[in-house]
């Protein structure tokens, strides 16, 4: 079983910049990414990479405006996040055990507690 710790998210402006990271411990050999969940709706995925960060995957409504990488020497993965916009304002999950064709969690990953984003208008 892999454990997951989030970085603390925050509170921040439209069009401004935002890196959250996720430490992973245990099992780490894995395809990660992160999802999102905003209020009333369901959680989303939102980027995903593959161990060797050779292969990555991005929800079509932050292509070109997130970027997810890895440090596998620091069992670590990051999402970068910029021009953000008021529709980004979510609890972001890291997660372990991704599909990234199918952009989800196969059956055993883990997921980390979450962390708030806010992007005010």
């Known amino acids: 079983q892999v454990q997951l710790v989030e970085s603390a998210g925050g509170l921040v402006q439209a069009g401004d910049s935002l890196r959250l990271s996720c430490a992973a411990s245990?099992?780490?050999?894995?395809?990660m990414g992160w999802f999102r969940q905003a209020p009333g709706k369901e959680r989303e995925f939102v980027a995903g990479?593959?161990?060797?960060?050779?292969?990555?995957a991005y929800a079509d409504s932050v292509k070109g405006r997130f970027t997810i990488s890895r440090d596998n020497a620091k069992n670590t993965i990051y999402l970068e996040m910029n021009s953000l916009k008021a529709e980004d304002t979510a609890v972001y999950y890291c997660?372990?055990?991704?599909?990234?064709?199918?952009?989800?969690?196969?059956?055993?990953?883990?997921w980390g507690q979450g962390t708030q984003v806010t992007v005010s208008s």
């Open positions: 997660a372990a055990r991704l599909d990234l064709l199918r952009h989800t969690v196969v059956l055993g990953g883990s």
């Open positions: 245990g099992r780490t050999f894995s395809t």
């Open positions: 990479i593959s161990w060797t960060g050779s292969n990555t």
